[in-house]
Nanobody, 115 residues
């Protein structure tokens, strides 16, 4: 059973920055694509960013140029650097991993962007 543990959320003013972290217990972490999703109240969960084993990244249009996903395979950790945050970024952010047909989710970390 893989565990994903997110951290780094909090309250930030518009224009501010946060860095989210997700530590994985997956022993094959370096071989797997890691993803960040988010879910705002009353909204569907949406993909924010992904990073492959080869460090190829992709982003939702709404966060391009503001968010950066990265990984440290030595620490089994994936990061989401979020800059120039907007109120619309307010959501619970989840780390996600899929191994073949099994999917794993973290417990989520809340991000609130408000003045």
């Amino acid at each position: 059973q893989v565990q994903l543990v997110e951290s780094g959320g909090g309250l930030v003013q518009p224009g501010g920055s946060l860095r989210l972290s997700c530590v994985s217990s997956d022993s094959s972490f370096s071989h797997n694509t890691m993803r960040w999703y988010r879910q705002a109240p009353g909204q569907q969960r949406e993909l924010v960013a992904a990073i492959t084993r080869g460090n190829i990244t992709n982003y939702a249009d709404s966060v391009k140029g503001r968010f950066t996903i990265s990984r440290d395979n030595n620490k089994n950790t994936v990061y989401l650097q979020m800059n120039n945050l907007k109120p619309d970024d307010t959501a619970t952010y989840y780390c996600h991993l899929r191994i073949i047909i099994r999917e794993y989710w973290g417990q989520g970390t809340e991000v609130t962007v408000s003045s």
